[in-house]
C-alpha cells in the first residue's frame, strides 16, 4: 500500500511539473523554440527593391529587436523567391523591430548597435568591393494575412506584430547599397569589314581595394537616413564578368555587367581589362590581344543605386592611314 501511494505521488508531481511548463509556454517566459520551415510560426513571403538589373536574391541576415531583447537568425534561400525561416524565438506576443540585409555569405560580418524605439544603426563588414551580387539594405517590413498577398512594405517601417499561435506573413523592402554598371559592345562598322573580333574574358580590376563596410542610420518613418563606407580590404581585387566567347557585330550586344561600392576610390583605380581574339574575314586568327580601360570619367558621376550602360565600340583609329599590322591592335573605346 505504501508503494502504491508513493507511485500516486510522484505521478501527481510530474503532472504539477507539465502543467506549470504548458503556463510558462502560454506566458512568452520559459520555451525558446527553434522557427525552421515548414512549420515555421514567421515566414518570409516576398522581397521587393527597386530595378537594378535581374533579380537577385539570397539568404536575407535579420536582426529583431524587442526592449533590449536581440535575435538574429535568416531567412535561407531556398531557390527561385523562397525562403525557410532560422531563427529562435520566444512563444507569446509580442512587437519586434526588424533589421536586416540581402544577400548574406560566409565571412560577411554584421552587427545591430544604437538600437531606440526610433531605429537602430546596422554594420555590414567583409562586402566585396565590386561583386556580381546585389547587396541591399531591408527598409520596410509589412505583416500580411496570408502567404499569397505580396504587397509591398512601406519605406520606414520595421515593427511586426509576431503571435507564436498563429503564422506571421512578412514582405520586405530592400533598397540598394551598390551601383550597377552594364557593358555593351560593338565593333566599328568600316573596321568589320576587314577584321573579326572575339571577346574571350572580361575582368574589372582594383589594384588595392577587396573589401568594404557599410555603417547604415536606420530610422523609422524615413528607411535609410545615412550611409557610411569605408575601406576595410585592401588587396588586389579581380572579378570576371565575362568568360563566354562572344563574337561582336556592328550592332551593339549587352555583353556582362557588374556591381560596385560608390566610393571615388574605388572608381579611381577600376579597371577594365578584356582580352580578345583578331581574326581576317578568311576566319584565320591573326592575334591576342588585351585591351585596358580606365573607368574614372564615365562613373565619376554615379550615386548609389544607379544603373550606367557604358558602350565600348572597338576600332581602329584613323583607320584609312593604318598599315595592314595596326589593323591586328584596334583600340577599345568607352562612352
Known sequence: MKQIQTILIIAAIMLLTACSQDAGDALGQEKETTVE??????????????????????DIKVFLSRSGELVEGLFKHTGNDTWSTQLKLKSGQRTY?????????????????????????????????????????????RQTENASDETVAERGVF??????????????????LYGRVVFLIKIGEDYSALRSIKIKNMQMQLTSISKVSVDATLKKGEG??????SITGTDAKA????????????????????????????INQLKLVTTYEVYDKAG????????????????????????????????????????????DNPTFTVE
Do not use: W
Open 37 to 58: 520551415e515548414p512549420h515555421a510560426s514567421l515566414r518570409m513571403v516576398h522581397a521587393n527593391r527597386s530595378a537594378l538589373g535581374v533579380a537577385d536574391y539570397g
Open 97 to 141: 523591430d526588424l533589421y536586416g540585409y540581402m544577400p548574406h555569405s560566409e565571412g560577411i560580418v554584421s552587427s545591430l548597435s544604437d538600437i531606440t524605439s526610433d531605429g537602430a544603426v546596422l554594420h555590414i563588414n567583409a562586402l566585396d568591393a565590386i561583386s556580381s551580387r546585389d547587396y541591399c539594405i531591408v527598409t520596410g517590413v
Open 159 to 176: 515593427s511586426f506584430d509576431y503571435d507564436s499561435n498563429r503564422q506571421n506573413y512578412l514582405n520586405l523592402l530592400f533598397d540598394h
Open 224 to 229: 535609410i537616413q545615412s550611409k557610411t563606407y
Open 239 to 266: 572579378l570576371d564578368i565575362r568568360t563566354e566567347d562572344l563574337t561582336l557585330t556592328t550592332t551593339p550586344t549587352e555583353a556582362c555587367s557588374f556591381q560596385l561600392a560608390i566610393l571615388p576610390a574605388i
Open 284 to 327: 584565320h586568327k591573326i592575334a591576342e590581344r588585351t585591351a585596358t580601360n580606365n573607368l574614372v570619367v564615365p562613373l565619376d558621376i554615379m550615386s548609389v543605386g544607379d544603373e550606367m550602360t557604358l558602350t565600348i565600340t572597338v576600332d581602329p583609329t584613323y583607320l584609312y592611314v593604318l598599315a595592314d599590322p595596326d589593323l
